[in-house]
């Protein structure tokens, strides 16, 4: 059974950081792509970061180049999304994802639909 549990959401004024964790369990895919999605109430889900668990390869939302960075420690089958000068915009639910990925290119495809998704966890950005 796979699992994905995000943490470490929170609320934060504008301008300050955030580092969110997720620990995935129960994958056996030797080569995965990670991800982090968000989802702003009234508007459709986005693909923020992704990156690649061979080469660690990655790719950005052009909102969020700059200001986010996406790792992963392979070891501990977790990822990362470090998020600093955060802005209101930036407030939705934050989801990580997993899914089989074969090569680097589906990282940089944000339409590439991802097989498992955590609960979430919720960032809120005030002014």
């Known amino acids: 059974q796979v699992e994905l549990m995000e943490s470490g959401g929170g609320s934060v004024q504008a301008g300050g950081s955030l580092r969110l964790s997720c620990k995935a369990s129960?994958?056996?895919?030797?080569?995965?792509?990670r991800a982090w999605f968000r989802q702003a109430p009234g508007k459709e889900r986005e693909r923020v970061a992704a990156?690649?668990?061979?080469?660690?390869?990655?790719d950005y939302h052009a909102s969020v180049k700059g200001r986010f960075t996406i790792s992963q420690d392979n070891a501990k089958n977790t990822m990362f999304l470090q998020m600093d000068d955060l802005k209101p915009e930036d407030t939705a639910m934050y989801f990580c994802?997993?899914?089989?990925?074969?090569?680097?290119?589906?990282?940089?495809?944000?339409?590439?639909?991802?097989?498992?998704y955590g609960q979430g966890t919720q960032v809120t950005v005030s002014s």
């Open positions: 994802a997993v899914t089989a990925c074969g090569s680097k290119y589906y990282v940089f495809a944000p339409q590439y639909k991802y097989e498992f």
């Open positions: 129960g994958i056996t895919y030797v080569s995965v792509c």
């Open positions: 990156i690649w668990s061979a080469g660690g390869d990655a």
